[in-house]
């Protein structure tokens, strides 16, 4: 099994969200998945501008980063992203990512797989980040295991124990991807959320001709 952890802090080897994305991937590692790390901010990621042009062709016109990162996530059984709290928010890098996978939603493109989340904060919200990255991976179509949400409060050493939280997650990723674990909850989510897009796509068949297709093709699909 593939597992791709993507840290969104700028903060480079300082980050303590890294931290955390490192011990989930570890722990998945010990479980026996095949795993990397991506360091988001070390890639250029361009801002969205809104064209649709991967809804009518499957590809984006921004020549950047993103395409082989993308590959990547496409290609995995389960991701981790992990991003700290900025104004009640992910980073500005996480979420310029996450504004350039229009496709991915409307294709449900991360259907079968499975992914979980870690956020760190100064004071607050660590858990509220966690919550909405989760949330994501779920409009992608994955399924979530859980996450981890740490607030620092200053004192750095508050990293240590989640440390081995984070390890354990990763090992209960590696073992739900293994087991092929479902959710009655997210399998719920997963049909309304299939039946919405396949909406939306035939209501711009007549532009949107790469998803039409695609849905045409899934329909097909035993």
Not at 3 to 10: Q, V
Not at 18 to 33: P, Y
Request: proline letters at 3%; a neutral charge; one cysteine or more.
């Amino acid at each position: 099994m593939k597992i791709l952890g993507i840290n969104g802090s700028p903060r480079g080897s300082r980050s303590q969200t890294l931290r955390l994305v490192r011990a989930v991937l570890d722990g998945a590692a010990s479980a026996g998945a095949d795993v990397e790390l991506v360091d988001l901010c070390k890639l250029r990621i361009e801002y969205c501008n809104g064209c649709l042009v991967c809804c009518e062709r499957g590809e984006c016109v921004r020549d950047d980063d993103f395409a082989g990162l993308y590959r990547k996530m496409l290609a995995s059984d389960g991701i981790v992203l992990g991003s700290p709290n900025y104004i009640d928010s992910v980073t500005a890098q996480t979420k310029t990512l996450l504004d350039r996978m229009a496709d991915a939603i409307h294709c449900q493109l991360f259907t079968g797989k499975y992914g979980c989340a870690v956020a760190t904060a100064g004071g607050s919200g660590a858990d509220e980040i966690v919550a909405y990255l989760n949330r994501v991976l779920q409009t992608l179509g994955a399924n979530t295991v859980g996450g981890l949400g740490v607030v620092l409060g200053g004192d750095p050493e508050t990293i240590v124990p989640a440390e081995g939280k984070a390890y354990q997650l990763g090992r209960r990723l590696a073992g739900a991807i293994e087991r092929k674990e479902t959710y009655p909850e997210q399998e719920q989510l997963h049909a309304a959320m299939r039946e919405r897009m396949q909406g939306l796509v035939l209501a711009n068949k007549d532009r949107w001709h790469h998803e039409y297709d695609y849905w045409q093709t899934a329909a097909r699909t035993p």
